[in-house]
């Protein structure tokens, strides 16, 4: 899957389901490097979207509010 940001920046992520012990997605790939130089922290607001209503392997986002690390 492709995160793309605001800028055209493409992330190549992995979008992986669990069902164990509830289910949920873990995302991996390049998503640790994304957020890192992003400087996304918890509590940040992101917008995400999908070019059509079906399948997609390609995310649109962008970044509302961030908090930054002084």
Known sequence: M??????GN???CMLI???RPYAHFNVG????????ARRILEGC???VGAPEVRP???IFFFVLSAKRIC
Do not use: S
Not at 2 to 7: I, P, S
Not at 29 to 36: L, Q, S, T
């Open 17 to 19: 389901y669990c069902r």
């Open 56 to 58: 997609n392997e390609k």
């Open 2 to 7: 492709e995160l793309v940001d605001e800028c």
């Open 29 to 36: 790939g390049a998503f640790k490097r994304m957020v890192e």
């Open 10 to 12: 493409i992330w190549e």
């Open 45 to 47: 607001h992101i917008m």
